[in-house]
């Protein structure tokens, strides 16, 4: 299967992109005083430091060492331009992946050069201090579950995560894992006429050393196909879904659209009668929803289960497995997360979840230029033993890597754990929920 390897939001800022933070741009001869640049800095630490201070002590973040680091930027600001990117990095150190300036009334410096930004024509993704390929061009003939040895003379995680640093000074992450699964996977994206050196070891044993060109050629990836496990799936919107080789119903959620339990109701109806489901939550983007009523999609029909009555088209109340990963982020966490905490099903994955999901605030500068946007408090509470969500995230009951193997073979290791599990005959023993058969 030959399709475009899918863009996140993250990939906006990589290109430079981050024009979308503003609405217009700043009459450069109308510069603010630099009182005012020092005025917006000496708010957003105060600020910042007050209504986030429980967050940042659960993030351990040394909030003194932020002010010092500021200190240190704030002469530098001559510009607006300029003040955008110190606001914007000291905002991304409260490791806060909603956090971010918005309405702001002036553009983020064009770093182009006139050149061109190329996506990434390999796509990676960490797993047991590996770096697995997952998506490529075919021209670099480097097939996927190829692992990544080095990059730039470098092993490859510690390029990974240099990387992970880089994005993380203009882009705040919840958890360093997210941090590292953005890098992996988008990376290698750059300015054309930047090219890179990497070394490895095909699925088959055979160990290369290549050197990738980024040019101004448009190419389509080939990423991972599940042929060998699922039917096709049928899309519904952002979603899809479908049947796995074995019977088993397949719910791939990309997103948390505000109809989901509407959307759920159809795809449940469609698929009938299935032995067990399957809902691949891993990279879900988040959203919103009354998550409430999605849980109910997933019990007998007027079946109660604690503060939960089943209801919907035709719900389903057998075995569940999710599949979660470093991606599954906001929402998405907080949904896999109601099914964990409530012990409806089972779930799998390589890694926990993203760990960024909270209440939100806004809050306008003094100097009008830019809103701040930031969580105050976690989502879920009540999740992980009272901690909540953001920072930590939904860690899965069964940790599951991928297998360069499998992938080499088109089989996706997650997807193939949860059909084993839901061949079992008994259900694991922390799964209070007894499905129907």
Request: charged share 25%.
């Amino acid at each position: 299967m030959r399709v475009r390897i899918p863009l996140t939001w993250l990939t906006e800022w990589l290109s430079g992109a981050a024009l979308l933070l503003s609405t217009a741009a700043a009459d450069e001869t109308q510069q603010p005083t630099p009182e005012v640049y020092q005025q917006d800095v000496a708010f957003l630490l105060d600020t910042l430091e007050e209504r986030a201070e429980h967050l940042i002590g659960e993030k351990r973040i040394v909030w003194d060492d932020v002010r010092s680091w500021a200190a240190t930027q704030t002469p530098n600001i001559t510009t607006v331009s300029e003040h955008l990117q110190v606001c914007t990095r000291l905002v991304a150190r409260l490791r806060d992946g909603h956090a971010r300036l918005k309405d702001c009334s002036f553009r983020w410096p064009d770093e182009s050069g006139d050149r061109h930004w190329q996506l990434a024509r390999l796509n990676m993704l960490v797993d047991d201090n590996s770096a697995i390929v997952i998506g490529a061009d075919p021209a670099t003939q480097i097939p996927i579950g190829t692992i990544i040895s080095t990059i730039d003379d470098m092993p490859a995680i510690d390029w990974i995560g240099k990387k992970a640093d880089e994005l993380a000074d203009r882009r705040g992450y919840s958890t360093r894992r997210h941090a590292m699964a953005q890098a992996a996977l988008i990376g290698l994206a750059g300015w054309v006429g930047i090219d890179y050196r990497i070394t490895g070891q095909m699925p088959d044993g055979t160990a290369f050393s290549k050197t990738v060109s980024r040019t101004d050629e448009t190419f389509v990836s080939t990423s991972l196909a599940f042929s060998r496990q699922l039917d096709a799936l049928v899309p519904a919107g952002r979603n899809s879904f479908g049947k796995t080789k074995a019977g088993n119903g397949f719910l791939r959620l990309k997103s948390v659209p505000r109809d989901l339990p509407e959307q759920l109701d159809k795809m449940l109806t469609a698929l009938g009668n299935v032995p067990g489901m399957i809902i691949d939550m891993r990279a879900n983007s988040g959203g919103g929803c009354d998550h409430y009523e999605v849980f109910a999609r997933f019990l007998e029909r007027g079946e109660f289960w604690g503060k939960f009555e089943g209801k919907g088209d035709r719900p389903f109340g057998g075995p569940v497995v999710i599949l979660i990963d470093a991606m599954t982020a906001s929402s998405g966490e907080t949904l896999s997360g109601l099914f964990k905490e409530e012990q409806r099903a089972l779930l799998i994955g390589p890694t926990p979840t993203a760990g960024m999901s909270s209440r939100k605030i806004s809050i306008p500068a003094p100097s009008g230029l830019f809103s701040v946007y930031f969580s105050v408090a976690s989502n879920m509470q009540r999740f992980n033993g009272g901690r909540g969500i953001e920072g930590i995230g939904i860690v899965p009951h069964i940790i599951v890597p991928y297998n360069g193997r499998d992938l080499a073979n088109g089989v996706d290791s997650q997807i193939k754990a949860a059909e084993e599990l839901l061949m079992k005959r008994t259900w694991p023993e922390y799964i209070d929920y007894e499905p129907n058969p």
